[in-house]
């Protein structure tokens, strides 16, 4: 596509269900990105993919937070048990390549999750 | 850690004046310096990119400025529109931080016509 494809756009659940959040990268991007933004505040780091592997996941909160790259294209966050807050936007981001800072991030839409 | 802080926090200007948007990072040992434009319920549109070694970048009516000693950058833009109503984010690359970007709160622009 020609952009970073992120579904649902809108994602409503209950405490304690769990989550999958599903990111399209632009096609031939080999570097993606998870970020959270909460309301009025910046986009934090979640996890970075270069290919199928990651390689940091140091911004992931908990091990309720999980994020898998299977065959480098199409990655999904996926979260258990989830809190009222972990509500917030979950931002996907991809890039050309990884690589000290030269490739600019393409950012999709979103999801924004409310947990009730 | 890298901490990344802009101000001011929100702005209401008129149309057809000029502004200017800032941006402190404390830890100068950047890649480079990001600023990006976020519309509500959409994702983050990058604007302007400042390779570490660069003073400043133009795109239009953008122009950034980089100042990596002072841990500082700003955003200019000329002859603001009301279409230019949005949060404005700056972003940093810090080196030996991997390929994080840590991002400042941003400034919620508002222009009136």
């Known amino acids: 596509g020609a952009g970073v494809s992120q579904t649902p756009s809108n994602k409503v659940t209950e405490k304690g269900k769990y989550v999958e959040l599903r990111c399209d990268p632009i096609s031939g991007h080999t570097a993606l990105y998870w970020y959270r933004q909460s309301l009025g505040q910046g986009p934090e780091f979640l996890i970075y993919?270069?290919?199928?592997?990651?390689?940091?996941d140091s911004g992931l909160p908990n091990d309720r937070f999980f994020a898998v790259r299977p065959e480098g294209s199409v990655s999904t966050l996926k979260i258990q048990r989830t809190e009222r807050g972990d509500s917030a936007v979950y931002l996907c981001?991809?890039?050309?390549?990884?690589?000290?800072?030269?490739?600019?991030?393409?950012f999709g839409a979103g999801t924004r999750l409310s947990v009730l | 850690k890298q901490e990344v802080t802009q101000i001011p926090a929100a702005l209401s200007v008129p149309e057809g004046e000029n502004l200017v948007l800032n941006c402190s990072f404390t830890?100068?040992?950047?890649?480079?310096l990001q600023w990006f434009r976020q519309d509500p319920g959409k994702g983050l549109t990058s604007l302007l990119l400042i390779q570490s070694s660069q003073r400043e970048q133009t795109s239009g009516r953008l122009n950034a400025s980089l100042d990596k000693s002072s841990g500082r950058s700003t955003l200019y833009i000329a002859a603001s529109q009301p279409g230019d109503s949005a949060t404005y984010l700056c972003a940093v690359w810090t080196q030996g931080g991997s390929e994080k970007l840590v991002f400042g709160k941003g400034t919620k622009l508002t222009v009136n016509p």
């Open positions: 981001a991809s890039s050309l390549m990884g690589g000290i800072g030269k490739n600019i991030q393409y």
């Open positions: 830890d100068s040992a950047i890649y480079n």
């Open positions: 993919f270069q290919g199928t592997g990651a390689a940091d």
